[in-house]
């Protein structure tokens, strides 16, 4: 484990007081995305053969347990609570910018809390790349899932696996010229909207949305990425109870967005190297932020996915 002190210095925000590597593969994984059991536990989606790993954050120097790889799949995406402790994974064939057999698969850890029940929910066949999932707040076994390439949200009921078209928008679709094509990356659900990041056009936007996940309003963009001479851009994120957003935001930082737009990076950027290539943020038990990442080469040696703990001095 390698931790690293990063003192804050501005008193009116948040930035982190420490960023410590709970973790990372020893040969190169690249976690995509992440969900917290209701005991605390990570649950880590891969691109690594389908697999599923779990990791007790709390534990002295965690290691990463395997789950189960998913039946059919080469690569994990979202994950989202569908009931206590019973999760929607998405999982499909991996390509270049587009999968196979795209499928939602649900792990369910009700009966036994190391060995869930694994079930395949639904095929969707008629996406490309399906990336970030929320449930209903009001109905979790209904979930939303964003298709990065088609611009598009599928609305899924988990209980009787039938699955439509919810929403489109040029607002969640990369623009036609983008360098790399992938749109609507993370979703959130919360406060009456569902809050996304589009990778390609650098923003992270709300539409209103109704409690049955039928109804939509138009995108508000809430902020754009200033990626400078920096080429970052936006991957997942979490939400908390105020609206505030911490979005992955690689290649190397965390993003703070208040609802009114402002953002600040509250942990990495500039030359650090405590967190490469983040894609996912949870918020912890008691307001950490636990950062799963791709990994990425620097000077030449390739680092595998991390698990990192993020703790914001108030
Ligand atoms: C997709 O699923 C079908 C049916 O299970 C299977 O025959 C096919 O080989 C799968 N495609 C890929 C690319 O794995
Ligand atoms: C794509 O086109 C827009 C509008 O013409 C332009 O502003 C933008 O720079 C282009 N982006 C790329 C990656 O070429
Ligand atoms: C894992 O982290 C350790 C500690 O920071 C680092 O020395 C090592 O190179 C990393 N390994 C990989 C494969 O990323």
Redesign the pocket.
């Known amino acids: ?2 931790a690293y002190l990063t003192l804050a210095l501005g008193a009116s925000c948040a930035l982190a007081q420490s960023t410590v ?1 709970l973790f ?5 994984v690249d976690i995509e995305n992440s969900a917290l059991r209701p005991n605390g536990n990570l649950l880590l989606t891969t691109f690594d053969q389908g697999r599923l790993y779990t990791l007790d954050p709390s534990g002295r120097n965690p290691q990463a347990q395997l789950v189960a790889a998913l039946p059919g799949a080469t690569a994990l995406c979202g994950i989202t609570a569908i009931d206590h402790d019973k999760f929607a994974v998405v999982g499909g064939v991996r390509g270049s910018y587009s999968y196979t057999n795209e499928t939602l698969y649900s792990v369910d850890f009700t009966g036994n809390s190391a060995k869930p029940i694994i079930r395949t929910i639904a095929r969707i066949p008629n996406a490309v790349m399906l990336n970030g999932m929320a449930s209903l707040p009001t109905q979790p076994h209904i979930v939303l899932v964003a298709d990065s390439r088609l611009g598009y949200l599928f609305r899924v009921d988990t209980r009787t696996s039938v699955s439509k078209i919810a929403f489109k928008d040029d607002a969640l679709a990369a623009p036609s010229n983008a360098s790399i094509p992938i749109g609507i990356n993370g979703i959130k659900i919360g406060q009456g909207y569902v809050y996304f990041t589009n990778t390609a056009r650098g923003t992270f936007s709300r539409i209103s949305v109704s409690e049955d996940g039928l109804e939509f309003g138009s995108v508000e963009t809430i902020a754009t990425l200033d990626a400078g001479d920096t080429g970052d851009d936006w991957d997942d994120f979490a939400l908390d109870a105020d609206g505030v957003a911490y979005v992955a935001q690689p290649d190397n930082s965390i993003a703070r967005i208040q609802p009114d737009g402002g953002q600040t990076i509250v942990a990495g950027g500039g030359e650090t190297e405590d967190i ?1 290539g983040p894609t996912s943020v949870q918020i912890g038990q008691n307001g950490e932020l636990y950062v799963t990442t791709r ?1 990425g080469t620097i000077d030449g ?6 698990v990192v703990e993020v703790q914001l001095a108030s």
């Not at 990372?24 to 190169?28: A, D, E, L, R, V």
């Not at 040696?301 to 991390?306: A, D, K, L, N, R």
């Open positions: 484990m390698r590597q990372n593969f020893s040969s190169y490469i990994g040696f390739t680092y595998s996915g991390q």
